[in-house]
């Protein structure tokens, strides 16, 4: 598609449960970040892929978190159990190859509830 | 440690009432200064990137500056659709992940 494509857009979750958050970059972006933006803060980073390369893990924040990218493409950002501090939108990024921030096109966000 | 503030965190203006918003950081070795537009309900969009004190850059109502520690988002004769949340990044020399997002400024344009 056109643009950066994540689902679901809303997410409701009841404490304790796993989650599953898609992203569909842009054909052809080999970058791939997931930001997490809570209320009055800013974007925070939890991970990026680039290629074939190992991911950069760094900003996850805790061992609940994890994420994959299948074949170069779509990605999956999944929080096991689930706390209500997981509250937030989550946003994916992507960008053709370059230093963080450059070419970033972001999709809509998924706002995860967690009650 | 604040790496990159943003003021002020909210900021109402009639239609037609220019002003600015600020970007301060204190990220040493910048590799690039962004503005971002967020509307309600999306992801942000691109805006500008500064690389160098003294730099500017406009977009229709819009221009950014630089200086050495902060930049300035100026809004001419604002309009009703300027209504959103301006968010700035830095990029920074150094490992891993040196791009730093501040918390925004949400702007809201009274007709």
């Known amino acids: 598609g056109a643009g950066v494509s994540q689902s679901p857009s809303n997410k409701v979750t009841e404490k304790g449960k796993d989650v599953e958050l898609r992203c569909d970059p842009i054909?052809?972006?080999?970058?791939l970040y997931w930001y997490r933006q809570s209320l009055g803060q800013g974007l925070e980073f939890l991970i990026y892929?680039?290629?074939?390369?190992?991911?950069?893990k760094s900003g996850l924040p805790s061992d609940r978190f994890s994420a994959e990218r299948t074949g170069g493409s779509v990605s999956t950002l999944t929080i096991q159990r689930t706390q209500q501090e997981d509250s937030a939108v989550y946003l994916c990024a992507s960008s053709l190859a370059g230093p963080p921030g450059y070419g970033y096109t972001f999709g809509s966000g998924t706002r995860l509830t967690v009650v | 440690e604040d790496q990159v503030t943003q003021s002020p965190e909210a900021l109402r203006l009639q239609e037609g009432e220019s002003s600015s918003l600020n970007c301060s950081y204190t990220v040493s070795g910048l590799r690039g200064l962004f503005w971002y537009r967020q509307d309600p309900g999306k992801g942000p969009e691109f805006l500008f990137t500064l690389y160098s004190a003294g730099e500017e850059k406009e977009k229709e109502r819009l221009k950014a500056t630089l200086t050495k520690k902060e930049s300035f988002l100026h809004i001419t004769a604002p309009k009703p659709e300027d209504s959103a949340t301006y968010l700035c990044a830095v990029g920074y020399y150094g490992y891993g992940q040196n791009f730093v997002f501040g918390p925004g400024t949400r702007l809201s344009v009274l007709p």
């Open positions: 054909s052809g972006h080999t970058a």
């Open positions: 892929f680039q290629g074939n390369s190992a991911p950069d």
